[in-house]
Structure formats: C-alpha cells, structure tokens
C-alpha cells in the first residue's frame, strides 16, 4: 500500500480546501444573484468550463468504449445535473446551475445557437450524391422506416396518462412529437459508427447512410409543421397547409436558386476577400438568413439551418481547411454546451417511480420494434436479403442527437413535460448505445461480392493519386497549342472529381482572352468540355458528378 508523505497530505488539503471555498462563494454570490435578479458572468464562465471539461471527458472515454463522442457530452449533463451531482451535493448543483431565469437566459441563449450550427453541421455531412446513387432502396427503407415507428409513438402518445401531458389538451401535438421522436434516426451517429467500421464504401454501408440522411431531412421538415401547429395550439388545417406549403416553396428555391447564389458567395468571399475567416462568416450570415426566412414562413428555424448546411456541403469552393475549422468550433464548445443542458434538463431520479419505468422501457421498447421492424421490411421491399436488411435496422435504431434536439424544442415549447423529455432523452441513450455493437456484429457476417470487391479497389488506388487530395486547379494558359493540351487535360481531372478550377491568362493579350471566355475556342470552353466528357465517364459507373466551377483571371506580364 502507497502512503503519502505530509507534503502531499499538506497540499492535498489546501485545494480541497480552497474549492470547497470556491464553491462556497459561488453558492453565495449565486444566491445573492438570485435574489437581486441579476445574472453572474462568474457562474456563466463556470457552468461553461464544467460543460466543456466533463463533455469532452466523457466523450473521449466513450469514443475508448467504441460509442460515439455525443453520449459523454450527454452524460456529463447527466452527471452534473439532479441526477448525480444534484443528489451528491445539491446546495453546489443549484449554486452552478441556478434555476433563476435571468441566469438561466445566458447559457440558453448560447445553447440555442449551439442548436442552429449542430443542424448546419449536419447539414454539411448530408450527403445528396451518395442519396441520389442508392436513392431507390434508400427511399423505400426510410418510408417504412419512419412510417412504422411514427405510428407505434403517435398511438402510445395518445394514451399517455394526463400527468405526463404539461397540456392535455394539447395531447395531439404531443403525440406528434413523440411519434416524430421515435422515428428519425441520428445521421450523425449513425455515419460516424460506419465510418469507423470502414464500411462507408460498402454497399450496404452506403444505403443505410443514405437512408439516415433522407430520414433526417424528412424529419426536419416533420417538425418544421408541428412547430407551426404547436404555436397555435389547435389543428387549424389552413395554418397547417400553409406551413406545409410554405416549407415546399422555401425547398425548392432553396435547391435551385438558393444553390446558385450560395456556391457565387462562397466563391466571391473566397476570391475577393482577404480575410482568413471570410469564407467561415458568409457560411455563418446564410445560415442566420435561411433560419430567420423559414421563422417568417411559419416554421422552426432548424430547417433553415439544416438546408443551408446542405447547401454549403455542395458547394465546390468548400475547401477542408474551411471545413474543418468550422467544425472544430461546433464540435469543441457549441455540442458540449448544448447536449450537456439537455442532460441538465432530464432528472433520472423520478424513474425510482415505478409507474414512470415501467413508461419508459415501454418506450424503448416500442421505439426499438418499431424502428427496426420498419427498417427490416423496408430493406426487403428495396431489395436487401435479410443479412442486409438486419445490418441495415440495427443501424437505423440510434437515435441519440437528433431526438435530444426534438425533444429539447418540445420542451422549450410546452409540449412535452419536464418527465416525458427525461423518458424521451433516456430512450435516446439507450438506442444509440446499444447500436455500435449490434451494427458492428451484423456488418461482420457481411459477405464481400466479387462486383463490389473489384469497386472497393478500383476506389482505393484511386483514392492514393495525387488527384484525390486536389481541392482547386490553377491553369496558367497563353495562346500557344500547348496551353490548349494543359486546358485539355486540367478538365479530365477536374471533371472527374468536380474539382474548381481557375484560368490564369498570361501574356500581352490576357485581357483580350479574358473577354472571349464564352466563345468555343477560349481555354475556359476546353475545360469545361474536357470536363464533361470525363463525368459522363463517371456518370456510366454509377457516380453522378457536379458541374464543376471555372473562374477566370488574367496578369499583364
């Protein structure tokens, strides 16, 4: 047995002592906030640390355990909130996390936002290309794999008993939402689970990410018209048709003018400014704008995050370093922040009712059959064999982020009780836990066909040139034959890969070249055919690729 020595009993004593006077202070100051009805900073910074340091603690410590990151960051909320913390020490819990409203506005505020970039971050991993190539099969799976478990939540909803209901006579929008809870499956989760397995390639791997994107697009758009109805409170089904109708109009330009104009400010932000964030700034002003137009239009602002997420994953200015500082920043301080409040909101000490447990394994189980169930027969009526279709149901049970975000919204909004959001968070953690292993157990008995061996070759060597690791081509042309070969094959390589390109005209006729950039003959035309002929290559096997973008430039020499 170890003995300490006084010099570390000593000093051991002292920071104990000293937190234990720091705790003291802030439980005071806390209560002197509270009483004057004034936030502290102090308390904010403080709730800010802790939520960052457990989350992102836990978070590494579940990666360790093979489950993914969004369920330590849950946890923590767990752990520092009534379940734990607030039962370990309750005067510290409600000095760190008072429950005056004016101190709870300032880490709400900074949760909200958190909210909007999850959904554009979301957004950005929304892969469309993978959607459009396995969209048959995908589609079918997650028809049946959202209609089934909607109605399995919808029914239970409506005979939930009256004290689980914050209004009971509003039980038809909490069945709604809890239907629509149990429906969606975490697309996050779920890529990140497959990416991991090294299955993203795979075929199966490939619709059953493809099925968890279209089930959170749909979803999205499901709440977006039960966030309309909820705000009137009754069914009024001319407000509701025009929400609905309000949200197809805002799609559709969305992906067609919206698009055009996205890709132009990403460029022009890209091209013209010269600040290192200006590309991060027009990404973060779009999304401010297409949430603010879908809370004109009678809907939540999630869906317009979402699609504006959709819209600059797309784009073809988008480069990685882009990608991933602004991805560090949702993932590092806004997830933490977000799913640890929503871990604080769920008190897991009311599940010692015997009543409220028994509701709650209902739930998980019903929200289980009903999601695998839908699944599996949706994998049968698109074609899968039964080895598929059960890869593909295990993995489309993980609800985790996505049904805290819903769940979060019904209680900001009165639908859901504080005791059915805890039902609702518990059957998140439950689902998603128990789907690493059983997705990784069915992938394993997966056998590889000789067409899809030779794809996952041809994509790897591939995947070792130096073409894939090619963000932007820069062709430097003048007007000799040369320059018109190097234009030539700049577009098989771009059109490849959908790869932005800019032409840099040289020599005393570059602003003459520059205005006959429309014409046939002009190097920009040459790429742009190349490129053309090289993703109808593509097209042929199977990959639909972009258009890719030209920019033109010229330099007096």
Same mark, same amino acid.
């Given at each position: 047995?170890?003995?300490?020595?006084?010099?570390?009993?000593?000093?051991?004593?002292?920071?104990?002592?000293?937190?234990?006077?720091?705790?003291?202070?802030?439980?005071?100051?806390?209560?002197?906030?509270?009483?004057?009805?004034?936030?502290?900073?102090?308390?904010?910074?403080?709730?800010?640390?802790?939520?960052?340091?457990?989350?992102?603690?836990?978070?590494?410590?579940?990666?360790?355990?093979?489950?993914?990151?969004?369920?330590?960051?849950?946890?923590?909320?767990?752990?520092?909130?009534?379940?734990?913390?607030?039962?370990?020490?309750?005067?510290?819990?409600?000095?760190?996390?008072?429950?005056?409203?004016?101190?709870?506005?300032?880490?709400?505020?900074?949760?909200?936002?958190?909210?909007?970039?999850?959904?554009?971050?979301?957004?950005?991993?929304?892969?469309?290309?993978?959607?459009?190539?396995?969209?048959?099969?995908?589609?079918?799976?997650?028809?049946?794999?959202?209609?089934?478990?909607?109605?399995?939540? @919808? *029914?239970? =909803?409506?005979? #939930?008993?009256?004290? /689980?209901?914050?209004?009971?006579?509003?039980? &038809? !929008?909490? +069945?709604?939402?809890?239907?629509?809870?149990?429906?969606?499956?975490?697309?996050?989760?779920?890529?990140?689970?497959?990416?991991?397995?090294?299955?993203?390639?795979?075929?199966?791997?490939?619709?059953?990410?493809?099925?968890?994107?279209?089930?959170?697009?749909?979803?999205?758009?499901?709440?977006?018209?039960?966030?309309?109805?909820?705000?009137?409170?009754?069914?009024?089904?001319?407000?509701?048709?025009?929400?609905?109708?309000?949200?197809?109009?805002?799609?559709?330009?969305? @992906? *067609?003018? =919206?698009?055009? #104009?996205?890709?132009? /400010?990403?460029?022009?932000?890209?091209?013209? &400014? !010269?600040? +290192?964030?200006?590309?991060?700034?027009?990404?973060?002003?779009?999304?401010?704008?297409?949430?603010?137009?879908?809370?004109?239009?009678?809907?939540?602002?999630?869906?317009?995050?979402?699609?504006?997420?959709?819209?600059?994953?797309?784009?073809?200015?988008?480069?990685?370093?882009?990608?991933?500082?602004?991805?560090?920043?949702?993932?590092?301080?806004?997830?933490?922040?977000?799913?640890?409040?929503?871990?604080?909101?769920?008190?897991?000490?009311?599940?010692?009712?015997?009543?409220?447990?028994?509701?709650?394994? #209902?739930?998980?189980?019903?929200?289980?059959?009903?999601?695998?169930?839908?699944?599996?027969?949706?994998?049968?009526?698109?074609?899968?064999?039964?080895?598929?279709?059960?890869?593909?149901?295990?993995?489309?049970?993980?609800?985790?982020?996505?049904?805290?975000?819903?769940?979060?919204?019904?209680?900001?909004?009165?639908?859901?009780?504080?005791?059915?959001?805890?039902?609702?968070?518990?059957?998140?953690?439950?689902?998603?836990?128990?789907?690493?292993?059983?997705?990784?157990?069915?992938?394993?008995?997966?056998?590889?066909?000789?067409?899809?061996?030779?794809?996952?070759?041809?994509?790897?060597?591939?995947?070792?040139?130096?073409?894939?690791?090619?963000?932007?081509?820069?062709?430097?042309?003048?007007?000799?034959?040369?320059?018109?070969?190097?234009?030539?094959?700049?577009?098989?390589?771009?059109?490849?890969?959908?790869?932005?390109?800019?032409?840099?005209?040289?020599?005393?006729?570059?602003?003459?070249?520059?205005?006959?950039?429309?014409?046939?003959?002009?190097?920009?035309?040459?790429?742009?055919?190349?490129?053309?002929?090289?993703?109808?290559?593509?097209?042929?096997?199977?990959?639909?690729?972009?258009?890719?973008?030209?920019?033109?430039?010229?330099?007096?020499?």
């Amino acid at each position: 047995m170890q003995v300490r020595s006084p010099r570390v009993r000593f000093w051991g004593s002292v920071l104990l002592g000293g937190l234990g006077l720091q705790l003291a202070g802030i439980t005071g100051a806390g209560a002197a906030g509270n009483g004057a009805g004034h936030p502290s900073e102090a308390i904010f910074i403080l709730q800010i640390i802790l939520l960052i340091a457990v989350g992102r603690g836990l978070g590494e410590i579940m990666q360790r355990f093979g489950q993914p990151s969004v369920m330590g960051e849950l946890l923590a909320g767990l752990v520092l909130g009534p379940s734990i913390f607030g039962v370990l020490w309750p005067e510290a819990q409600s000095a760190i996390f008072p429950a005056n409203p004016e101190q709870k506005a300032l880490i709400n505020g900074l949760a909200q936002v958190g909210v909007l970039l999850l959904l554009l971050l979301t957004g950005m991993e929304t892969d469309l290309k993978l959607v459009r190539k396995v969209g048959k099969a995908a589609f079918a799976i997650s028809i049946a794999g959202i209609v089934v478990p909607f109605l399995c939540g @919808f *029914t239970l =909803g409506q005979f #939930l008993p009256e004290s /689980l209901l914050p209004h009971p006579e509003q039980r &038809l !929008v909490a +069945s709604l939402f809890l239907g629509t809870a149990l429906s969606i499956s975490s697309v996050k989760i779920v890529a990140v689970v497959v990416r991991e397995m090294h299955f993203m390639r795979r075929d199966v791997g490939q619709i059953i990410v493809a099925t968890a994107v279209i089930d959170d697009t749909i979803g999205w758009v499901i709440i977006a018209v039960i966030f309309s109805l909820a705000s009137r409170g009754q069914l009024d089904m001319m407000s509701v048709t025009q929400a609905l109708l309000g949200t197809l109009a805002f799609l559709a330009v969305s @992906f *067609t003018v =919206g698009r055009r #104009l996205v890709f132009k /400010l990403i460029r022009w932000a890209n091209d013209t &400014l !010269v600040s +290192s964030a200006a590309v991060i700034t027009v990404i973060l002003l779009l999304m401010c704008c297409m949430a603010l137009i879908t809370h004109w239009i009678g809907v939540h602002t999630v869906l317009g995050a979402f699609v504006a997420g959709v819209l600059v994953g797309e784009s073809p200015i988008l480069t990685k370093q882009i990608d991933e500082r602004l991805r560090g920043l949702i993932t590092s301080l806004f997830m933490p922040i977000f799913f640890g409040l929503a871990g604080l909101s769920a008190d897991l000490s009311v599940l010692k009712d015997p009543k409220l447990l028994f509701l709650t394994a #209902l739930l998980v189980l019903i929200a289980s059959i009903g999601k695998f169930g839908g699944a599996y027969v949706g994998g049968a009526l698109g074609g899968l064999n039964r080895r598929e279709s059960f890869a593909l149901a295990s993995g489309m049970n993980a609800r985790g982020s996505t049904e805290v975000i819903i769940a979060t919204i019904g209680l900001s909004m009165g639908v859901l009780s504080q005791n059915l959001f805890t039902m609702i968070v518990a059957m998140a953690i439950i689902t998603t836990m128990a789907m690493p292993p059983m997705l990784r157990a069915a992938l394993k008995r997966l056998p590889l066909e000789k067409a899809e061996k030779e794809r996952l070759e041809r994509e790897e060597f591939e995947e070792k040139g130096f073409v894939a690791n090619l963000e932007r081509l820069l062709l430097a042309v003048d007007e000799s034959a040369n320059a018109r070969f190097a234009s030539r094959i700049a577009g098989l390589i771009a059109g490849a890969r959908g790869i932005p390109t800019t032409v840099l005209h040289l020599g005393p006729q570059a602003k003459a070249q520059e205005k006959r950039r429309t014409d046939e003959e002009s190097h920009e035309s040459t790429v742009k055919n190349a490129a053309k002929v090289s993703a109808d290559i593509e097209k042929e096997d199977g990959e639909p690729v972009r258009e890719i973008d030209v920019t033109t430039r010229s330099r007096q020499k």
